[in-house]
């Protein structure tokens, strides 16, 4: 938890750095809320046992729930973050953070607004905050929904397996083309052909030179959704080169999304692994953050299916607690999991009163204090204490202390100790700890 608040205070800074207002929802959403969002993953949904009444289900993710949210209460503009627990019945992989229950770390616009400000915008947030984090480098693949659908439609695939064919697509970063061919060969019935002109697009990304690339495309370019999608995409690479991020992002046709409710621009971020030799392509080591355009969700919610635009991103927040927790651990840091300034301690016997009055004064301070809970401690005993809770100071109270009206305040790292008068401790206490804490 020591390390997990530490990213949620990056992630939330930089949430509110951006004027975002912060929400929560319930766990459980009717089922028919949770119906149907999903595509294929929709089978990783907990439904709660019919015990009577409303059919209920765990959620699956934050959007969802935010769209019914926005429906219900009709707001047509929102800013808004949620940091919460999701559930999903999957195979746990603890290594790579994959967990039945884990925290997700969403940001979302919702809004009628220009075209790709919005968008632009989450993409800026979600490199802040891989930045701050220091995790590694990372690359953002961008790609839109529409021109997918366009390219599946002058590929030759059925409307009906739009769907179904993007699911494949999407898994061409863990597994190779032949073995996504196979898939929509074989398990989906797509026409070898069609797969193979389906190939041909989804194997290319690069920057902004393929957005005009494919704009030119003989045949893409005769399709109205597809160049709907390139036109913003080549807008939208304006707007990130004016935020400054442009050289983090890739355009990429494999990218696909296997939400449903997606609709315009997605992306996804993945960490990079320093390349074994030199001019090796880095290597992904899988998504830390995505997102996309929804704009027909809420619609889904409101009685007279009314349509609020929304972009949003989530933080792959479970992924990043295991890359932070394995660095920590490669570098033997000690993650210190309490936050006391001071352990008020004595030297002698019968001094638990004093000790009780010294500690009260600096809790009543606002000084972070502990004292062990024994009569008479060892004086050993206590400075141990401080050493393995990583407590950087000690005041202790002897006889002659409280004749003479002072505190030996003691340092466990350098060991010295200085005379402070009483009244004076507070300020020193406060001096002594006020440099910023390793933020590791």
Known sequence: MAVREKVFDVIISCFK??????IDTPVFELKETLTGKYGEDSKLIYD????????????????????????????????RYHIAKVY??????????????????????A????????????????????????????????????????????????????????????????????EVKNEMVGEKGLAPEVADRIGDYVQQHGGVSLVEQLLQDPELSQNKQALEGLGDLKLLFEYLTLL????????????????????????????????????????????????GRYDGLVGMFDPKGR????????????????????????????????????????????????RLKLVSELWDAGIKAELLYKKNPKLLNQLQYCEEAGIPLVAIIGEQELKDGVIKLRSVASREEVDIRREDLVEEIKRRTSEPLCTC
């Open 307 to 354: 349509k609020v635009p929304c972009v949003g991103l989530s933080i792959g927040v479970e992924r990043i607690f295991s890359i932070v927790e394995q660095r920590l651990e490669a570098l033997e840091e000690k993650v210190r999991t309490t936050e006391t300034q001071v352990l008020v301690a004595s030297a002698q016997k019968k001094l638990l009163e004093e």
């Open 244 to 291: 400054g991020i442009a050289d983090k992002i890739s355009f990429d046709l494999s990218l696909a999304r296997g939400l449903d409710y997606y609709t315009g621009v997605i992306y996804e971020a993945v960490l990079l692994q320093s390349p074994a030799q030199a001019g090796e392509e880095p290597l992904g080591v899988g998504s830390v953050a995505a997102g």
């Open 111 to 178: 809004g009628q607004f220009d075209p790709m400000i919005p968008d632009a915008e989450c993409l800026k947030i979600m490199c802040e905050i891989l930045s701050s984090l220091q995790i590694g480098d990372f690359l953002v693949k961008v790609n839109d929904r529409r021109i997918l659908d366009g390219m599946f439609a002058i590929c030759g695939v059925p409307d009906s397996k739009f769907r179904t064919i993007c699911s494949s697509v999407d898994k061409l970063d863990k597994v190779s083309w032949e």
């Open 48 to 79: 709660l046992k019919d015990q009577g009444g409303e059919l209920l289900s765990l959620r699956y993710d934050l959007t969802v729930p935010f769209a019914r949210y926005l429906a219900m209460n009709k707001l047509t503009n929102i800013k």
């Open 17 to 22: 750095r951006h004027g975002a207002e912060v």
């Open 88 to 109: 999903r019945r999957d195979n746990p992989a603890m290594t790579r953070g994959r967990y039945r229950e884990f925290y997700q770390c969403d940001f979302d616009i």
